[in-house]
């Protein structure tokens, strides 16, 4: 495309521009508003996801005390999977993208116990070797939370993501 044909084309929103936009007084009033109205949200999240976090602890600690009783251990698990549905289902919303990738593949894995529990899942990976890998998952998602770590986590969030992603294929044979 020839750039004379660029430069005639309308000059599109681009939200990360805003310097760019003319807005009216009412809009900028609104957008504000909506500004301070995240920052709550925010705020508001952290402080849920903190107590989810403790939530999600005692869970597990509970669960490997009670390594004989196997319907306390579903229960524990299924408290654990509670919090992490939660904590996925807000985090990449309010800019915890990190949080909620990790959220995600925490459920999946307990899907997985889950279904190992029942003995309806594939025989290639046995209960003590998926629920490591959800104890991982319970302690990555807490250094998250504890350190406010938003959006993707730079480079060091995505090896966290990488790493998670592989030792959950493996477990599951399925791809990340």
């Known amino acids: 495309m020839a750039e004379d044909q660029l430069s005639s084309r309308p000059d599109t929103p681009n939200p990360a521009r805003r310097d760019h936009i003319h807005y009216d007084q009412e809009t900028l009033a609104a957008l504000a508003a909506a500004d301070r109205m995240l920052v709550e949200m925010g705020q ?3 402080e849920d996801a903190r107590r989810r976090i403790e ?3 005692a869970a597990v600690n509970a669960h490997d005390a009670s390594a004989a009783d196997a319907q306390a251990r579903c229960a ?25 990738e990790l959220c995600n593949s925490l459920c999946t894995l307990l899907e997985l ?12 990976a046995d209960t003590s070797q998926v629920w490591e890998a959800i104890v991982h998952h319970t302690n990555a998602v807490t250094t998250i939370v504890e350190n406010e770590i938003r959006g993707d986590g730079g480079d060091r969030g995505r090896e966290l993501v990488a790493e998670v992603a592989r030792l959950r294929e493996v477990l599951t044979h399925a791809p990340a």
Not at 76 to 96: I, K, M, P
Not at 113 to 124: N, W
């Open 44 to 46: 508001e999240f952290s």
């Open 113 to 124: 116990e889950k279904k190992l529990d029942t003995a309806t899942a594939p025989a290639c």
């Open 76 to 100: 524990h698990a299924e408290t654990v999977f509670d919090a992490a549905h939660e904590l996925r289902g807000q985090a990449g919303s309010l800019g915890y993208g990190l949080l909620g």
């Open 55 to 57: 939530t999600i602890q």
